[in-house]
């Protein structure tokens, strides 16, 4: 298996422009979850996933935010407008019906 | 509710000598625990759990935690340090009973292993 796969690895963006981080989860995983780690907020969880419907999307910032999951093969989050405070490491995360979570490469992200 | 505490933002340890990173949780049920290590410009990695039975539990790289239910603790410890351990470590609990499958992340702790 390949394990969770990102991208892009990185992404450098102007202030207001649109950016939008993709996953693919490990084939059998049912919940899907997206985090930010910074420097100084740590890792945070954004939004959660279970069986491609979401469950929890209290740590989504703000509008700018959203976050889909069409199948169980396929997540994507958009950032838009993006802002500079929005920099930061992007994981996805995938596990089965809440054992061990196996975490991508990240999505660092740069808003100039 | 639950909650982790890892107590050290930063641990230091000469090579060779044991190491033990420390955590305290907070849950209503029975906990489900884990250990994750994060190396530089890498994803988290799984290092080991505890959801019941044995409360010395194994796992990679030579790791192993003890869940103490009466301290409510969960500290990692390795015997013989190496400097190629030194990275970020995340204690993670799930309430069991809670019915969600959303752990909850301590705020990690920096171990740096000397030569």
């Known amino acids: 298996d390949a394990g969770v796969i990102q991208s892009p690895r990185h992404e450098v963006t102007e202030m207001g422009q649109e950016v939008t981080l993709r996953c693919k989860p490990i084939s059998g995983h049912n919940s899907l979850f997206w985090y930010r780690q910074t420097m100084m907020r740590g890792l945070e969880l954004l939004i959660y996933?279970?069986?491609?419907?979401?469950?929890?999307d209290s740590g989504m910032p703000e509008d700018r935010f959203s976050a889909k999951m069409p199948n169980a093969s396929f997540s994507t989050l958009k950032i838009q407008p993006s802002e500079p405070r929005d920099s930061a490491v992007y994981f996805c995360?995938?596990?089965?019906?809440?054992?061990?979570?196996?975490f991508g490469p990240g999505t660092r992200l740069t808003v100039l | 509710a639950q909650s982790v505490a890892q107590p050290e933002d930063q641990v230091n340890v000469a090579e060779g000598n044991p190491l033990t990173v420390k955590c305290t949780y907070s849950?209503?049920?029975?906990?489900?625990l884990f250990w994750y290590v994060q190396y530089p410009n890498r994803g988290l990695q799984f290092l080991l759990k505890?959801?019941?039975?044995?409360?010395l539990v194994k796992g990679s790289y030579g790791f192993e935690a003890e869940f103490n239910k009466s301290q409510t603790s969960f500290h990692l410890k390795k015997p013989s340090a190496l400097v190629s351990d030194s990275a970020l470590y995340f204690c993670?609990?799930?309430?069991?009973?809670?019915?969600?499958?959303?752990?909850?992340f301590g705020r990690g702790t920096s171990l740096i292993v000397h030569p």
């Open positions: 505890y959801i019941t039975g044995d409360n």
């Open positions: 995360a995938s596990s089965f019906s809440g054992d061990t979570q196996y």
């Open positions: 993670a609990v799930r309430d069991m009973g809670g019915g969600s499958y959303i752990p909850t």
């Open positions: 849950v209503s049920g029975n906990p489900y």
């Open positions: 996933f279970n069986n491609n419907v979401p469950i929890d």
